[in-house]
């Protein structure tokens, strides 16, 4: 399997690249180690293999970050977005051969723009893309957002250390 080393090109489309199925959330608990309260992803709709994923989170009033963030007006933190687009790059990763048996860790983040706030009762649509990957290093272009609303977009970048988990 090749794995894209540069952006895609002008004539490459999703539909050249191998489509996997939508994942369940217990699918993706096989994916990552990421567990309540801080598995961010609810669930994976559009897969493909080593070049892009999208994802979602439903928000609800039950996160337990909105006891404090903030009682009398909850908001997603920002933190909390960026970390579920990374979560979701760290499923496309695990379905690669360089990624089995690894964790994708954060190292490094550029370019991130914070665009709407995410509230309780929205659904925060997550898509990554996978713009360069010299292993253990690569770097995802990642979105979030809300009815069609841009809430977060950036440059995610990940190195891959052995999972211990």
Excluded at 78 to 100: D, T, Y
């Amino acid at each position: 399997m090749t794995v894209m080393t540069q952006a895609p090109s002008a004539e490459s489309t999703p539909t050249d690249k191998k489509s996997l199925p939508p994942l369940s959330i217990m699918d993706i608990m096989q994916c990552i180690p990421h567990r309540y309260p801080f598995l961010l992803v609810d669930g994976v709709t559009e897969h493909y293999l080593g070049h892009s994923i999208k994802g979602f989170k439903n928000i609800t009033m039950n996160e337990p970050y909105f006891q404090g963030h903030f009682p009398n007006r909850p908001i997603m933190p920002g933190v909390l977005q960026v970390e579920a687009l990374a979560q979701l790059g760290g499923i496309l990763i695990s379905h690669i051969p360089e990624g089995k048996g690894k964790l994708a860790v954060f190292s490094g983040i550029t370019n991130v723009k914070f665009r709407r706030m995410v509230l309780p009762g929205d659904r925060l649509d997550l898509e990554c893309e996978l713009i360069r990957f010299r292993p253990p290093i690569g770097k995802s272009l990642c979105k979030a957002s809300v009815n069609g609303e841009v809430a977060v977009e950036g440059e995610l970048m990940f190195s891959l250390v052995d999972n211990l988990v």
